[in-house]
């Protein structure tokens, strides 16, 4: 099967290897971060610049996961910074940031984080 939004060749970290599982398996992840902002990933043109950097992102943190040998291991800690960095790529993903127009008739729903403080 081939994925979607990034190949192998674009997952660049020494310290790790990619496979293709890890690419397939980021292209679910996302798909979930187009889904969750409701973006049907049918209506992405592809290549995608800013989707194949995010899956190439969650490839190399599944790469790192499971090249560790236990959780102290150096490539956890590299497994988590490149969680981080998904999470931040994935906030930036939006209809606009990826050529799309808005949705006639969606409402301006949105979340917001409270905090005690």
């Keep these: 099967m081939a994925s979607k939004y990034a190949q192998t060749t674009d997952c660049v970290d020494p310290a790790v290897t990619v496979t293709q ?3 397939e398996d ?9 889904w969750e ?3 049907d990933p049918a209506d992405v043109t592809l290549p995608n610049d800013r989707l194949k950097t995010l899956a190439a992102t969650w490839a ?3 790469a790192a996961i499971q090249g560790a040998m ?5 490539l956890m800690d590299k497994a988590k910074e490149y969680q981080k960095t998904a999470e931040l790529l994935a906030k930036q993903i939006t209809r606009e940031s990826l050529g799309l127009a808005a949705v006639a008739g969606s409402g301006g729903y949105g979340t917001v984080t409270l905090g005690r403080g």
């Excluded at 236990?70 to 150096?74: E, G, I, K, V």
Aim: charge should be negative; aromatic fraction near 4%.
């Design 21 to 23: 599982a890890n690419v």
């Design 26 to 34: 980021a292209d679910v992840y996302v798909d979930g971060v187009l």
């Design 37 to 39: 902002r409701g973006i």
């Design 60 to 62: 190399i943190r599944l």
């Design 70 to 74: 236990s959780d102290n291991s150096l």
